[in-house]
């Protein structure tokens, strides 16, 4: 039997459509004010992000003046391959959150937003998230549903 993680990360890499979030737009203005705040008043403007489970780029639809701070990264290939032609800049990379092709302290911060309850095994993505952070590093997950 696989486990609850192989489950899930196996829906999330076949999902074809992220797309259906048209309500975002009715309240995107005040998320985008909460996520300024919160970045910064607990990162530098140099900080380097980490988003996992970025998806079509709506974190960085809230904070475009940060898209080149942050390396953006999701499981499933097809999202990555959307999220490409919605931001043809992105730096994002088709990889998974138990297995982070990042060295150790590579992050100041690393960021999900409406991701991480979608993890089957939350203990080791954090445990992961942590290898990968800076000394005094952080971990925010936004959610906006």
Not at 27 to 32: D, E, H, I, L, Q
Not at 44 to 59: I, N, T
Not at 107 to 122: E, K, P, R
Request: with cysteine; charged share 20%.
């Amino acid at each position: 039997m696989d486990s609850l993680d192989d489950v899930l990360a196996y829906l999330w890499r076949s999902m074809n459509d992220v797309s259906d979030y048209s309500d975002r737009a009715n309240y995107g203005p005040a998320t985008s004010l909460i996520v300024n705040n919160v970045f910064g008043t607990h990162l530098s403007k140099r900080s380097k992000l980490l988003e996992v489970g970025s998806g079509l780029g709506a974190l960085v639809n809230l904070v475009p003046h940060l898209e080149k701070l942050i390396q953006q990264t999701d499981i499933n290939p097809s999202i990555v391959a959307q999220h490409l032609v919605q931001h043809p800049s992105s730096n994002i990379r088709e990889v998974s959150i138990y297995n982070l092709p990042f060295p150790e302290g590579s992050f100041d911060a690393v960021v999900g937003y409406c991701a991480f309850d979608t993890l089957g095994d939350l203990p080791r993505a954090l445990q992961e998230m942590r290898r990968v952070l800076a000394p005094h590093g952080k971990i925010f997950h936004f959610l906006d549903r």
